[in-house]
């Protein structure tokens, strides 16, 4: 079995647990940062061990070593960096200094998972962090615009001490730490184990790879999904795991084994590579089955993928001595239909006719409803995939218009309820933005920072209400980029089926909002009654990339309303 990277494995719940009542009571009376969803993967892999060596978040000179070298400033290889990032106002609100102690708390059920007693806090450089550690500073790769958009700007370093791991309800058995998987594997006798990363559902072609692998090394298969943070607009994990379970009955008895990693993955390519073979050897794998264009991203804003085909094979490779776990480099695998059998497609007879399903037409396939055949997958994974992919003109939506104050945007959405009221099929909710803020938190001011908050709670209940089938139509003023990209990433990442999004600019001039403004708020704002309000004292950034623009000056509402529909029925949602 692997020995832990770093050569201990730093289980720091069963380290801390004979003063986990102390540091529980201790926890009680300190300040507390109530984490995210991010920092709870993160914060839960580290008190397991499955970052050893890690045993904390990281203080200035690791994460500088890191980023700029894939290493802790001791030298041992560590190729992302693992941060707590915090506010300001966090800063002063809690007093974070050196040498403070910090509850850090479940966002979930608030319950106090661990203490940090802090090293220091530092401000870093996110277009260096961007370039460095994903290759570009492009927001189409999903963890740039979230270091854009939702990441503080200050970390925090320290060590943590453990209370308790993080809980869950879902997948109970599934769920191991580092330490309860290596006792599983001995109880087993299993000496050599070829772990599989995989954010996807698991098809013919999968289970063919990893019974190869596993053959061909004598070992047998770890299958380790991740249920964290993925790609926004994955298919969810809940409908994953069901796949996981199905395939797992078509391997040999004794074969394979699922496990779930709570990781918060970075999609950083070559450099997530690395770090996904550190996790899996302090997991007690022996072999790690890299892909082609492993944890990449897809295309960049020039269309071209964010990383070669092979570049992680080639950094892990680079690595091999210091990872000291054996990577299986994953060639791609098509089907010939001649044989009935899956092969590598560089052992493929030139001429020979083979077969093949990209996940974008497996998407479009579940999404249409049209038929996926048996060589491409299993009858019962299949019906996993189609019991939460219901047919395009069932899946929910979210519509989001955004323009000035007055610029029509709450007339279009009306109208347009009560277009697709009349259309049926799905139930239509809509959130005007001044009525979400009236509804959920009166308090609610007009400055960027308050409607960004706003706008935070108009997502949540949107991607879940799509996720239900319903039909969203929001208008918020959501003068921001940050906000607007908030919006659809928290649809795509939590809505499901329904994770359908579409930015509509209702680009009326602002002259025009001004003149018709029936109930003087404009002449509020300009007489100073009413701060940071948006075309006054306060700038609009107009979308760059809108699916639609509209403009009640040159429309006329029943128009706008059609050219809606229009977009709704070409992406077969109507």
């Known amino acids: 079995m692997a020995t832990p990277h770093g050569g201990i494995l730093k289980d720091l719940v069963s380290r801390d647990e004979p003063i986990s009542g102390q540091l529980k009571d201790e926890a009680a ?27 904390g978040f990281m203080n200035e000179a690791d994460y500088t070593s890191v980023v700029d070298t894939l290493r802790l400033s001791d030298g041992t290889l560590f190729s992302m960096p693992v941060t707590l990032d915090v506010s300001s106002a966090d800063i002063e609100r809690l007093n974070i200094v050196p040498g403070a102690r910090i509850t850090l708390r479940d966002p979930r059920d608030d319950e106090a998972l ?44 320290g060590r943590v001490q453990a ?6 309800f879902d997948y109970v058995a599934l769920r191991y730490t580092p330490t309860e998987l290596r006792a599983h594997f001995k109880k087993l006798a299993w000496r050599r184990v070829v772990a599989f990363q995989t954010r996807n559902p698991m098809h013919r072609a999968h289970r063919e790879l990893t019974v190869r692998a596993a053959r061909q090394r004598q070992a047998n298969v770890l299958i380790h999904p991740v249920v964290g943070l993925t790609k926004p607009g994955d298919v969810d994990h809940y409908t994953r795991v069901r796949v996981y379970e199905a395939i797992m009955a078509k391997y040999p008895n004794g074969m394979g084994h699922l496990a779930l990693l709570p990781l918060a993955m970075r999609m950083a390519g070559p450099r997530e ?12 794998a022996t072999h790690f089955i890299v892909g082609r264009d492993h944890a990449g991203p897809g295309k960049n804003s020039q269309g071209k993928d964010f990383y070669g085909p092979y570049d992680a094979q080639e950094l892990v490779e680079k690595y091999k001595d210091e990872l000291e776990i054996e990577m299986v480099p994953f060639q791609q695998m098509t089907y010939l239909p001649s044989t009935d059998e899956y092969q590598p497609v560089d052992e493929i007879p030139a001429g020979a006719e083979t077969l093949d399903i990209s996940g974008t037409e497996l998407r479009r396939r579940l999404k249409t409803g049209a038929p996926i055949p048996d060589w491409f997958s299993y009858e019962a994974v299949v019906a996993r995939l189609r ?23 709450d007339i279009i959405a009306k109208a347009l309820q009560v277009a697709l009221n009349e259309q049926g099929g799905r139930s239509v909710s809509l959130l005007l933005g001044e009525t979400v803020r009236d509804d959920i938190n009166a308090k609610l001011d007009f400055t960027l920072d308050e ?21 969203v139509i929001a208008s918020p003023i959501a003068p921001e ?35 018709t403004d029936r109930k003087g708020i404009y002449a509020q704002a300009r007489r100073g009654e009413i701060r940071g309000f948006v075309g006054v004292d306060a700038e609009y950034e107009v979308p760059k990339k809108a699916d639609l623009v509209v403009d009640v000056t040159t429309q006329s509402i029943p128009s706008i309303v059609h050219s809606i529909v229009l977009l709704l029925e070409t992406t077969s949602l109507l």
Not at 33 to 54: K, M
Not at 387 to 408: A, D, I
Not at 451 to 471: T, Y
């Open 114 to 157: 661990a203490i940090i007693t802090v090293d220091d806090v530092y401000t870093y450089d996110r277009v260096k962090e961007s370039i460095h550690v994903f290759g570009a500073d492009d927001p189409a790769h999903p963890s740039v615009a979230y270091l854009r958009n939702r990441v503080k700007p200050f970390y925090v370093g």
């Open 387 to 409: 019991e939460s992919y219901p047919p395009r003109n069932k899946q929910g939506f979210v519509l989001c218009l955004t323009g000035f104050y007055n610029s029509g945007k």
């Open 29 to 55: 009376k300190l300040k507390d940062i109530v984490l995210t969803e991010r920092q709870l993967c993160d914060l839960e892999l580290i008190v397991n061990g499955g970052f050893s060596p890690l045993e």
């Open 481 to 515: 980029e940050r906000s607007r990209a908030l919006l659809k990433d928290t649809v795509l990442q939590n809505g499901g089926a329904g994770g359908n999004f579409f930015l509509i600019h209702v680009a009326t001039p602002l002259e025009h909002c001004e003149s």
């Open 273 to 284: 590579a690395v770090w996904h073979a550190i996790i899996r050897k302090n997991f007690g």
């Open 163 to 168: 209370i308790q791991a993080p809980s869950h």
């Open 451 to 471: 409607r960004h908050e706003n706008l935070q709670r108009i997502s949540f209940v949107a991607g879940e209400l799509a996720r239900a089938g319903a039909a």
